[in-house]
């Protein structure tokens, strides 16, 4: 299947939940907040969101800024 | 010396409590433009400074990349900024993503849609304090320094106003002086002067007219030695601070006054 992540089509393996699409893109947790189609998922919730095939999904983190 | 500690428990004691926080340190730092932000710490432990702004970005999937939060001791308040948001309904979107990271509910609403200026609109950044105040968070608006908007924000639910001096990075000092002025006068809101301050005196002075604390990045990021100049921008804001609460003595129209006696010189005849 595959999901728009941060702009971009991306392919990803069947059956992936929030949390798999973290470890999936080697990042970790606690860094970031994933929002899917426009819904903020809570990080405990992570690993009872499934993603679907054609998914908007956004992963944020902190970065510098003033 | 019993002059010396009088005046110190009385700035001790002159906290600055916003949403229920009490706050020593006046001086609000930022974490952009730095070479590394392997300064951050060292920035901070030199400032005193207590509440730090961060900007919420995309992760980029194709780089390994530091967190900043990594270099943020904990002690720190976190003042996310919505950088980047156009609207008010993006400013809600990106404060609620920021507050979702797990690290408070303070925002710093920054609703910015000229890109040469980076001047804020004040009707989006109003409607976006509103749901946000309404929401639970503890919204800082940064807006230009016009009282209209900053009595919006107050009805809106503020916790505090943040006026520009000058525009974002432009290190130009206090140019919107007399409307600050004005707000400081005004608004029964923490007046904090953020943006534009590009040199510890103009921190000072903004202190001395009672502003209720600054915030500063880009004059301390890129100054050539990042940790004196925090350094010297905490204490400028301490002095400031001190000024304002001692009370300035009276400015004359032009004449002189003299300091010493006019009466008993020794060639009086």
Known sequence: MY????????????????????????????????????????????????LKNGDQVEIVSFVGGG | MHISSHSDSRTNSDALVIGGVSLTSRLFTGTG???????????????????????????????????????IP???RLLPNTSGAR???EAVRIARLAKAM??????????????????????????????LAADGFVVLPYV????????????AGAAAVMPLGAPIGSNRGLQTKEMIRILIEEIPLPIIVDAGIGKPSQACEAMEMGAAACLVNTAIATATDPVAMA???????????????????PVSAGRASASSPLTGFLFDS
């Not at chain 1, 809570?42 to 969101?49: C, L, M, N, S, V």
């Open chain 1, 3 to 50: 999901a728009m992540i941060n702009g971009t089509r991306t392919e990803l393996p069947d059956g992936l939940d929030v949390l798999g699409l973290v470890r999936f893109a080697a990042l970790s947790p606690d860094t970031v907040v994933v929002e899917v189609n426009g819904c903020i998922i809570e990080r405990a919730g992570y690993d009872q969101t499934m």
């Open chain 2, 33 to 71: 433009k730095y070479a590394s932000d392997a300064f951050i710490p060292r920035v901070l432990e030199a400032s005193g400074s207590e509440v730090i702004t961060v900007a919420l970005r995309r992760v980029d999937l194709t780089t390994q990349t530091d967190t900043v939060t990594r270099h």
């Open chain 2, 74 to 76: 904990e002690h720190m």
């Open chain 2, 144 to 155: 230009n320094a016009d009282l209209m908007i900053a009595r919006s924000l107050v009805k």
């Open chain 2, 231 to 249: 350094h010297a921008f905490g204490e400028a804001v301490r002095a400031g601070r001190r000024a304002f609460l001692a009370g300035q003595a």
């Open chain 2, 102 to 131: 797990g690290c408070g509910n303070w925002v710093k609403i920054e609703v910015i849609a000229d890109n040469t200026y980076l001047l804020p609109d004040g009707y989006e950044t109003i409607k976006a304090t509103e749901i």
């Open chain 2, 87 to 89: 609207t008010a309904e």
